[in-house]
């Protein structure tokens, strides 16, 4: 089953770090436009970081210089770096991706998938 598998989640205290990871499961022949999201109880679900074609990332204001999303082409994975973490930053994070798989001579899109999800808490 083409899935995405989320890992790095944890318990932390305010200022430490985590690195989420997000790797592609199954048979996948790349992943890309990718991003993180996050929700915390009771509300909405948020775009953290994003990265697209050349290099392109954009992050919400609120993690920008905190947090750094990266990818492994050759993984099928994408990271986020999460770096002086606040409580605010509690959150389940989700990554989110558009997925290929290989076919004859050319690749076959199957659609947006997205993580199970992943738990951060940054106690104060």
């Known amino acids: 089953q083409v899935q995405l598998v989320e890992s790095g989640g944890g318990l932390v205290q305010a200022g430490g770090s985590l690195r989420l990871s997000c790797a592609g499961s199954?048979?996948?022949?790349?992943?890309?436009?990718m991003g993180w999201y996050r929700q915390a109880p009771g509300k909405q679900r948020e775009l953290v970081a994003a990265?697209?074609?050349?290099?392109?990332?954009n992050y919400t204001d609120s993690v920008k210089g905190r947090f750094t999303i990266s990818r492994d082409n050759a993984k099928n994975t994408v990271y986020l770096q999460m770096d002086s973490l606040k409580p605010e930053d509690t959150a389940v994070y989700y990554c989110?991706?558009?997925?290929?798989?290989?076919?004859?001579?050319?690749?076959?899109?199957?659609?947006?998938?997205w993580g199970q999800g992943t738990q951060v808490t940054v106690s104060s």
């Open positions: 989110n991706a558009d997925v290929w798989t290989k076919r004859p001579y050319t690749a076959s899109y199957l659609g947006r998938y």
């Open positions: 199954g048979s996948i022949l790349s992943i890309d436009a």
């Open positions: 990265m697209f074609s050349g290099g392109i990332t």
